[in-house]
């Protein structure tokens, strides 16, 4: 499989719930990244790794935690969230971070409803 | 602040030509990308300037002009497929990207 493989696609929880959404990437790219997307809203950088090391933290909450165990996956923990972040969450990876020309594929990301 | 600002939605005729304008304020500018995302699914790369002037890529050009924080992308011989999100984004100078809030084109038969 290629290209960037995010799932669940849909994931609806309670407030008080534990879940995780994965990424995959098979490009062989080093960064990867999680993003917010919500409606008419610009994309919001959550969390940055290269080279599984976490190179940035877009002051998230807590509830959101990161984990990147190989340079081809990628987590986002899930706990005691708010409404507030339902969202579209997109994971993309790129070859390099901090460099030009830095085009990302991103996955077609997981449909987060919190009730 | 940063700020990048395009129309949230914009509708043309099949088969007709449509430009979608980006302009930005940012710390700095590394390069300018557009993407493009059908409902439902996953924003996928289209172009990218960082010179001034035209790039052409079949039916689609984007054009840059770096003085006055300015790019369009001009989608000509409209399909329906072409119906989609356009997301503009600029790498300012920490080659941080920059998102607009995306432009949503509508194309009617």
């Known amino acids: 499989e290629t290209g960037v493989t995010q799932t669940p696609r849909h994931l609806v929880m309670g407030m008080t719930n534990k879940k995780s959404l994965k990424c995959e990437q098979h490009l062989g790219h080093n960064a990867m990244y999680w993003y917010k997307q919500s409606a008419k809203k610009p994309l919001e950088l959550m969390f940055v790794y290269s080279l599984e090391e976490r190179v940035e933290n877009n002051s998230v909450p807590s509830r959101f935690s990161p984990e990147c165990p190989n340079s081809s996956h990628l987590f986002l923990h899930l706990h005691t969230l708010q409404p507030e972040d339902s969202a579209l969450y997109l994971c993309a990876s790129s070859q390099e971070v901090g460099t030009g020309a830095n085009v990302l594929t991103f996955g077609a990301g997981s449909r987060l409803t919190v009730l | 602040g940063q700020n990048i600002d395009q129309p949230t939605e914009m509708t043309a005729t099949e088969g007709a030509i449509v430009q979608i304008n980006c302009t930005y304020q940012?710390?700095?500018?590394?390069?300018l990308f557009w993407y493009q995302q059908h409902a439902g699914e996953a924003p996928t790369f289209l172009s990218y300037n960082v010179l001034d002037g035209l790039e052409e890529k079949g039916r689609f050009s984007s054009f840059l002009s770096r003085s006055k924080g300015y790019s369009y992308l001009l989608l000509k011989e409209l399909q329906m497929k072409d119906s989609a999100s356009y997301l503009c984004?600029?790498?300012?100078?920490?080659?941080?990207?920059?998102w607009g809030a995306g432009t949503k084109l509508i194309i009617k038969p």
């Open positions: 984004a600029v790498e300012d100078s920490n080659y941080q990207l920059i």
């Open positions: 940012t710390s700095g500018f590394n390069g």
